[in-house]
């Protein structure tokens, strides 16, 4: 079923093109991540269904999108690479799917501080390249560092090598 009406759906394509998408199977895959709910918490979820997706590709973008979420009470659903496991990522409200894919860059290195300034998509081994090419490292990261977003690791509170 589609929750959204036909002025919302015109809204998320007139906002984001051809980064934006209703299509069933895109949604049906964009319901899912990388683990198997226990079957004694699958009855409580029910079947997710997202009722679109999109691809903000810059943080004004982002903003327009959660502004016009909650002027039309339409639920959002973040996500990196789904590679948690715990079904964060899982639109059980329905909704649309936040995918974080275009907002994968460095902003900013701070040598002196030893801090950087991520874009929430971008996938850890990316952004360890790039302070590479610094001299500087990251202090911690997950073992899933080819494949998982800064973002989704601190929204999980994530720990993972170097965190002791
Ligand atoms: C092989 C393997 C090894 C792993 N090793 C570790 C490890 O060492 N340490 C560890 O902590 N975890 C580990 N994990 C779990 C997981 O990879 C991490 O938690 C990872 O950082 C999640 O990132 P993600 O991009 O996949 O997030 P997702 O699974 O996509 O999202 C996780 C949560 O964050 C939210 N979220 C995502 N993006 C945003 C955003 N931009 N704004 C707000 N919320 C957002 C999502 O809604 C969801 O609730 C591992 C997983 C695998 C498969």
């Known amino acids: 079923m589609q929750n959204l009406s036909s002025e919302q759906i015109a809204w998320l394509a007139a906002t984001f093109g051809n980064r934006m998408t209703t299509r069933r199977v895109e949604r049906k895959l964009y319901s899912h991540d990388i683990g198997e709910m ?3 918490i699958k009855p409580l979820i029910g ?12 943080e004004a973008e982002l903003l327009a999108l959660v502004q016009w979420a909650v002027q039309e009470n339409v639920p959002l659903i973040p996500r990196g690479k789904a590679t ?3 079904g964060g990522v899982l639109p059980v409200k329905g909704g649309v799917v936040v995918d974080f ?3 994968d860059k460095v902003l900013a290195i701070n040598i002196e501080a030893q801090t950087a300034t991520l874009q929430p ?3 850890w081994e990316k952004a360890d390249r790039e302070l590479k090419k610094q001299g500087m490292t990251l ?3 997950p073992s899933s560092y080819p494949s998982s977003t800064a973002a989704g690791w601190l929204a999980q509170g ?6 002791l």
């Open 47 to 58: 079947t997710p269904m997202a009722d679109a997706l999109v691809q903000p590709a810059s």
């Open 101 to 103: 894919f275009r907002m």
């Open 84 to 86: 948690s496991g715990y």
């Open 139 to 141: 202090r911690t990261y």
């Open 158 to 163: 994530g720990a993972g090598f170097g965190s």
């Open 121 to 123: 998509g971008i996938v």
């Open 38 to 40: 226990p079957s004694m």
